[in-house]
């Protein structure tokens, strides 16, 4: 989670300190692209590590933990679980974080603001682990749902918030 949200809220208002972001929002590139290869550009590392890390998590789990828990995780839907919510999860992540950049002047409080807005999914998480929400097929199908349905609106309103002339010209609206 924490991956996706700071490489997001650098995304747009780290280059324009830098002055690099006036260059690509002059080319004839759609917004909506623009955004796509932004949450691309953070998509595939925080997916890169966070697969490298549970598969490590689960090499040393079958190499060095007891029979009866490592049969435990490998038994249950533990793998189905991470490798199909990670990928959503971090696209919550990307789109709060591009969407806090794209109208933040400053890359630390945009990552700031990422991380407080990438929190409500793990609040839901440890509801789940502390057992407050009782977990189910008919839950995880309904999250995955919710989850999906929230990544593709998210792109359409921070496509719709995106505006190149307010950040070529540095003009507040």
Same mark, same amino acid.
């Given at each position: 989670?924490?991956v996706?949200?700071?490489?997001?809220?650098?995304?747009v208002?780290?280059?324009r300190?830098q002055?690099?972001?006036?260059?690509?929002? &002059?080319t004839?590139i759609?917004?909506e692209?623009?955004l796509i290869?932004k949450?691309?550009?953070?998509? $595939?590392?925080?997916? =890169?590590i966070?697969?490298t &890390?549970?598969?490590?998590?689960l090499a040393?789990?079958?190499?060095?933990a007891h029979p009866v828990?490592?049969?435990?995780?490998?038994a249950?839907t533990? =793998?189905?679980v991470?490798?199909l919510f990670?990928p959503?999860v971090?696209?919550?992540a990307i789109w $709060?974080?591009?969407?806090?950049s794209?109208r933040?002047? @400053? +890359?630390r409080?945009?990552?700031?603001?990422?991380?407080?807005?990438?929190?409500?999914p793990?609040? &839901?998480?440890a509801?789940m682990?502390?057992?407050v929400?009782? =977990?189910?097929?008919?839950?995880a $199908?309904?999250?995955?749902?919710?989850?999906l349905?929230v @990544?593709?609106l998210?792109?359409?309103? =921070?496509a719709?918030m995106f @505006?190149?002339?307010r950040? +070529?010209?540095?003009?507040?609206?």
């Open positions: 989670m924490s996706p949200a700071v490489l997001s809220a650098y995304s208002v780290g280059e300190e002055g690099t972001l006036e260059p690509v929002l &002059i004839p759609r917004r692209e623009f290869a949450a691309l550009a953070a998509f $595939v590392p925080a997916l =890169v966070s697969y &890390i549970f598969g490590i998590f040393v789990t079958a190499l060095f828990i490592a049969s435990a995780i490998y249950g533990h =793998v189905l991470q490798l990670t959503m971090a696209g919550w $709060v974080g591009i969407a806090v794209a933040s002047t @400053d +890359v409080v945009a990552q700031q603001l990422s991380m407080l807005g990438s929190l409500p793990l609040a &839901i998480l509801l682990s502390l057992n929400i009782t =977990v189910s097929t008919g839950l $199908v309904g999250l995955a749902a919710a989850l349905a @990544d593709l998210a792109w359409r309103v =921070v719709a @505006d190149r002339e950040l +070529v010209t540095g003009r507040r609206g």
